[in-house]
C-alpha cells in the first residue's frame, strides 16, 4: 500500500522568499503524484500532478514540482512567495492499479510573513 | 454555480443522534468519495463509490455509512453520531480513469 510523508506541519516564510515543502512517498511502483492546497474554510484545489514523462511539472499560481525516483520524493517549490499562498498545503500519491485510490499526506501549514 | 456542493456546510448534533451530510455534483463524473479532515492526520478516505451500483469502504469506514442515489449525488450518515466523528468531511469526485479529485467547500461536523 502507498502512503505520504510530509515531514513539515508548519513552515513560515516572508513574502518574497522562497518556498520547498517537502513530500516522501511510499510504493512499489511508479506513483501517480498530487499537491492541493487547502486555503482557508476551503476545499481543497488541484496545484499540479504528475503522472509520467517529464520530471519537473508546472501548476496553477505558479508552482512547480519535482518527481525524483531515486528520493521517492515529489517536493514543491514556489520562486517567490506572495501573501494569498498563506494555506495548507497536502502531498497525495495514487497507485496505477486496483481501487485507485489517493492516499494524503499530514499536510504543511504555510504562513507567510509580511 | 459550484460543480461539487455539500449541504449542509455547519452542523452541531448531540451524541446519540443520526445525521446526514449530503453531496451533489455536477462534473458528470462517476466516481464520488467522502473524507475526513482531521488536524495532523491529513485527510482519511471513509468510502468511495464508482457507479451508482459500487460502494466501498475505505480506510475508516467504522460508524458510517453511505449512499449513491444517483450519480450525481453521495449522502454520508452517521448513525449514531459519538464526539471523536467531530471533524471536517469533504466530498470529492472524479472521472473514470483519471485520478485528479475535485472537492467540495466540506462540512464542519461538531458532535457534543
Known amino acids: 500500500a502507498q502512503s505520504v510523508t510530509q515531514p513539515d506541519i508548519h513552515i513560515t516564510v516572508s513574502e518574497g522568499a522562497s518556498l520547498e515543502l517537502r513530500c516522501n512517498y511510499s510504493?512499489?511502483?511508479?506513483?501517480?503524484l498530487f499537491w492541493y492546497v487547502q486555503s482557508p474554510g476551503q476545499g481543497l484545489q488541484l496545484l499540479l500532478k504528475?503522472?509520467?514523462?517529464?520530471?519537473l511539472v508546472q501548476g496553477i499560481k505558479g508552482f512547480e514540482a519535482e518527481f525524483k525516483r531515486s528520493q521517492s520524493s515529489f517536493n514543491l517549490r514556489k520562486p517567490s512567495v506572495h501573501w494569498s499562498d498563506a494555506a495548507e498545503y497536502f502531498c497525495?500519491?495514487?497507485?496505477?492499479?486496483?481501487?485507485?485510490?489517493?492516499?494524503f499526506g499530514q499536510g504543511t501549514r504555510l504562513t507567510i510573513n509580511p | 454555480d459550484a460543480d461539487v456542493t455539500q449541504t449542509p456546510r455547519n452542523r452541531i448534533t448531540k451524541t446519540g443522534k443520526r445525521i446526514m451530510l449530503e453531496c451533489s455534483q455536477t462534473?458528470?463524473?462517476?466516481?464520488m468519495y467522502w473524507y475526513r479532515q482531521d488536524p495532523g492526520l491529513g485527510l482519511r478516505l471513509i468510502y468511495y463509490?464508482?457507479?451508482?451500483?459500487?460502494?466501498n469502504k475505505g480506510e475508516i469506514s467504522d460508524g458510517y455509512s453511505v449512499s449513491r442515489q444517483a450519480q450525481a449525488k453521495f449522502s454520508l450518515s452517521l448513525e449514531s453520531a459519538i464526539p471523536n466523528q467531530t471533524a471536517l468531511y469533504f466530498c470529492a469526485t472524479s472521472e473514470g480513469q483519471h485520478y485528479e479529485q475535485y472537492f467540495g467547500p466540506g462540512t464542519r461536523l461538531t458532535v457534543t
Open positions: 510504493y512499489g511502483a511508479t506513483p501517480y
Open positions: 462534473k458528470g463524473h462517476d466516481r
Open positions: 504528475y503522472f509520467s514523462g517529464d520530471t
Open positions: 463509490s464508482f457507479d451508482v451500483k459500487d460502494i
Open positions: 497525495a500519491v495514487g497507485a496505477l492499479t486496483g481501487a485507485q485510490k489517493l492516499v
